[in-house]
């Protein structure tokens, strides 16, 4: 048996430049994976490859049993949430999270619960009446992410999703997408810039670098033992 998540040796690049380079990952189920690296180091390409949204060059995505690579988007059962929140303006919050139950076909009882449940799960139960525009960033950030658990990916991609918001606000939401997270036993990967991010939130860390993965390990075995000069300078040992 593979592992749940398998990344093999992909490789993409952009008008003859290699962005991703022969890039191998693999994640267990229910596993939080972060993949951490300096901007422009390949972290967006690698998740919109993975999602589906671009096409990689060669390699091999295997995700619960089931090869990726030919399947669409709409098809990998992979579920995606970005910086900026893109929800819908002129959707209430209710309707945000129950769209993508809509386009599939559920009954309205089954969405009624399930928007409900999604609701209580990012603490926004007293706002589902209210428009995007009335929320603030974290809260518009937190009904993005209800919005992707609500039709249950098998995998969920989250790039970036805490940078845009206050300091102060990104670490109590951090902590909050990590409680999620495990009481969902949800498989992520979880893609951001911020060192202390990365090794607060974590099962494991991939330390990327110019489209490679230059070390993998858990948050305290990086920290301890970085295992180059670039990974040390990167996680903050400064010698
Ligand atoms: P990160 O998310 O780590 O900041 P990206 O994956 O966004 O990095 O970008 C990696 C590299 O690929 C960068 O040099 C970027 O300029 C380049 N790149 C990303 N998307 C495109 C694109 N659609 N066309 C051309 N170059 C791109
Ligand atoms: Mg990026």
Same mark, same amino acid.
């Given at each position: 048996?593979?592992?749940?998540?398998?990344?093999?040796a992909i490789t993409k690049s952009f008008n003859g430049v290699q962005v991703i380079n022969d890039l191998?990952?693999?994640?267990?189920? %229910?596993? @939080?994976?972060?993949?951490?690296g300096p901007s422009g180091c390949g972290k967006s390409t690698l998740l919109r490859c993975i999602a589906g949204l671009a096409e990689m060059d060669q390699g091999?995505? !295997?995700? #619960?049993?089931? !090869?990726?690579?030919?399947?669409?988007?709409?098809?990998? #059962?992979?579920?995606?949430?970005?910086?900026?929140?893109? @929800?819908?303006?002129?959707?209430?919050?209710? #309707?945000?999270?129950?769209?993508?139950?809509?386009?599939?076909?559920?009954?309205?009882?089954?969405?009624?619960?399930?928007?409900? !449940?999604?609701?209580?799960?990012?603490?926004?139960? #007293?706002?589902?009446?209210?428009?995007?525009?009335?929320?603030?960033?974290?809260?518009?950030?937190?009904?993005?992410?209800?919005?992707?658990?609500?039709?249950?990916?098998?995998?969920?991609?989250?790039d !970036?999703?805490?940078?845009? @918001?206050?300091?102060?606000?990104?670490?109590?939401?951090?902590?909050?997408?990590?409680?999620?997270?495990?009481? @969902?036993?949800?498989?992520?990967?979880?893609?951001?810039?911020?060192?202390?991010?990365?090794?607060?939130?974590?099962?494991?860390?991939?330390?990327m670098h110019e489209g490679r993965? /230059?070390?993998? %390990?858990?948050?305290?075995? /990086?920290?301890?033992?970085?295992?180059?000069?670039?990974?040390?300078?990167?996680?903050?040992?400064?010698?």
């Amino acid at each position: 048996m593979g592992s749940y998540l398998s990344l093999s040796a992909i490789t993409k690049s952009f008008n003859g430049v290699q962005v991703i380079n022969d890039l191998s990952i693999q994640a267990e189920r %229910g596993e @939080l994976l972060t993949l951490l690296g300096p901007s422009g180091c390949g972290k967006s390409t690698l998740l919109r490859c993975i999602a589906g949204l671009a096409e990689m060059d060669q390699g091999s995505i !295997e995700l #619960d049993g089931v !090869e990726l690579t030919s399947l669409p988007a709409k098809k990998r #059962d992979v579920g995606m949430v970005f910086q900026s929140y893109a @929800l819908f303006p002129n959707m209430t919050v209710y #309707d945000n999270i129950a769209f993508g139950l809509k386009m599939r076909g559920d009954r309205r009882e089954q969405i009624k619960g399930r928007v409900e !449940e999604m609701l209580e799960l990012v603490d926004l139960s #007293d706002k589902r009446k209210d428009y995007p525009h009335r929320l603030s960033g974290g809260q518009q950030q937190r009904v993005a992410l209800a919005r992707s658990l609500a039709v249950e990916p098998k995998l969920m991609l989250l790039d !970036e999703p805490l940078s845009a @918001l206050d300091a102060k606000i990104r670490r109590n939401l951090r902590m909050e997408l990590r409680r999620i997270q495990q009481r @969902l036993g949800m498989t992520m990967i979880f893609v951001t810039h911020d060192q202390e991010e990365a090794l607060m939130i974590s099962d494991r860390v991939c330390i990327m670098h110019e489209g490679r993965i /230059i070390q993998t %390990g858990r948050p305290e075995d /990086i920290y301890a033992e970085p295992n180059s000069s670039f990974v040390a300078r990167f996680i903050g040992h400064y010698n």
